[in-house]
């Protein structure tokens, strides 16, 4: 069955210091992986998809699909980075786009 | 361009009671999702329309929970009977068809259950 695992509810992180936020996956054709943000009080919004390739806000996300995990990485944390973190699943079932997401890592940058 | 609107924000129920919530999507959006996100988790799927038609329900608890997107455009997610476990945020999302595109989040509507 699809699954994600996001092992960490917390990250604290000093502002500078690199951050990465770990996503692992369980699927056994071509996965379609996200990374989805909702900082306080705000919806929850895309972040990045690994097929577009691209860094939004710093953030990279490479699909490893030999150790089935998709980390999200920042070199130097921001105090704006501070949200719910969740990585999602996509890309598979015919007609359906849903998503499978992880429970969230709450990412905290301290000052 | 004007986001996903959803209402209500909140609402306190007591079990056993009945709820319904209302969801339009950005415009033009073909794809609506109904999520059920309970404390500490992850969002979960509950049903998928593509326009008016249903793709997706298989998560939906059928025997107490419904949906319909009449016209292809806004929404609603009825529960009758409401039970304790159903509290949770329910975030509606949209996407302009459902072949790998963004999908667009609502605020949610936060549903208490006594």
């Known amino acids: 069955a699809q699954r994600v695992t996001q092992p960490e509810k917390l990250l604290s992180v000093f502002k500078g210091a690199p951050v990465e936020l770990k996503c692992n996956y369980s699927?056994?054709?071509?996965?379609?992986l996200f990374w989805y943000v909702q900082y306080s009080r705000q919806r929850l919004q895309l972040l990045l998809r690994?097929?577009s390739r691209e860094s939004i806000k710093g953030f990279t996300a490479d699909l490893n699909k030999g150790e089935t995990s998709f980390h999200l990485k920042k070199p130097f944390a921001q105090e704006e980075d501070s949200a719910m973190y969740y990585c999602?699943?996509?890309?598979?079932?015919?007609?359906?786009?849903?998503?499978?997401f992880g429970t969230g890592t709450l990412l905290a940058v301290q000052p | 361009e004007a986001g996903v609107a959803q209402s209500p924000r909140y609402k306190i129920i007591e079990k056993r009671q009945s709820v319904a919530f209302w969801c339009n999507p950005i415009?033009?959006?073909?794809?609506l999702y109904w999520y059920q996100q309970i404390l500490g988790q992850g969002p979960k799927l509950l049903i998928q329309?593509?326009?008016?038609?249903?793709?997706?329900d298989s998560q939906l608890p059928k025997d107490r929970f419904s949906a319909e997107r009449l016209k292809g455009v806004d929404s609603t997610l009825k529960i009758q009977p409401a039970k304790l476990e159903d509290s949770a945020v329910y975030l509606c999302?949209?996407?302009?068809?459902?072949?790998?595109?963004?999908?667009?989040f609502g605020p949610g509507t936060r549903l208490l259950v006594l």
């Open positions: 999302a949209s996407s302009l068809d459902w072949v790998q595109e963004t999908q667009y």
């Open positions: 699927y056994s054709g071509s996965p379609e």
């Open positions: 690994h097929i």
């Open positions: 999602a699943l996509g890309g598979y079932g015919g007609a359906t786009n849903k998503l499978i």
């Open positions: 415009s033009g959006h073909a794809t």
């Open positions: 329309f593509q326009n008016n038609g249903v793709v997706d």
